[in-house]
């Protein structure tokens, strides 16, 4: 695969990635300024976690995409299991979809880059 494709599928992903993570701490911070609901239970902390997991995975994907795309997908696996109700959502999905790109963009990195060691040693 050509490095260009590589580049602009990795464009896609940090685009998507960065959309992500903005419109979600928007939606956390609007959420932390309003004023609690008498009938709101506390959130569990594995629920918070999970979400530090795909956005903190999302933001690490941009330098190691592997590890971040790995991070970004337990969190949401971790959502997935302590609240099913969010998976009805479609937008969570993209969240997955993004980690999986990174994870793409870096697979196909690391072919390339075997390739070019290989044509370097003359094999």
Do not use: H
């Amino acid at each position: 695969m050509k490095s260009k494709t590589i580049r602009d599928l990795r464009k896609i992903a940090r685009i998507l990635g960065l959309i992500l993570i903005v419109l979600t701490l928007t939606f956390v911070i609007v959420e932390l300024m309003s004023e609690p609901k008498s009938t709101s239970e506390p959130t569990p902390i594995a629920m918070i976690l999970s979400g530090v997991f795909i956005l903190g995975g999302l933001g690490l994907a941009w330098k190691w995409e592997l590890i971040g795309a790995l991070i970004t997908l337990a969190g949401f696996i971790g959502v997935g299991i302590l609240n099913p109700d969010a998976m009805a959502k479609p937008m969570m999905y993209l969240f997955p979809l993004t980690a999986i790109l990174f994870l793409i963009c870096w697979w196909l990195s690391k072919l390339q880059r075997t390739k070019e060691e290989n044509v370097s040693m003359g094999k």
